[in-house]
């Protein structure tokens, strides 16, 4: 069953954002991490000391694994971060700092 019909939801109508150069439809009110899980991204940060993959672990915050860079500003929390219709979404490595 479709989520939206699950949940009795009636969003507004899908934009594009891109990430990583790749346009990905979102609706109104998902988070970035919403949006990239639809779109079968479930990685996009790398850790800084071993490069390993990380997406949404906690969903609420608190742990940081979700780091993602959003209109040229790195360490955005895509977990509770809403994307917004042009929204430029980039996979983060590190810190996000330029001297990673």
Same mark, same amino acid.
């Given at each position: ?22 346009? %990905? ?21 790398s850790?800084? +000391?071993? +490069? ?23 360490n ?6 809403? %994307? ?17």
């Amino acid at each position: 069953m479709n989520p939206l019909e699950l949940a009795d939801a009636r969003p507004g109508p899908a934009f594009t954002v891109t990430f990583d150069g790749r346009a %990905v439809d979102a609706l109104p009110g998902q988070t970035v991490a919403a949006a990239l899980w639809t779109a079968g991204v479930t990685a996009w940060r790398s850790t800084r +000391g071993s +490069g390993r993959p990380r997406g949404v672990f906690c969903g609420i915050g608190v742990c940081f694994d979700c780091l993602v860079t959003v209109n040229g500003v790195p360490n955005q929390r895509a977990c509770l971060v809403p %994307v917004r219709p042009g929204d430029v979404i980039r996979a983060q490595e590190g810190t996000g700092g330029t001297n990673d």
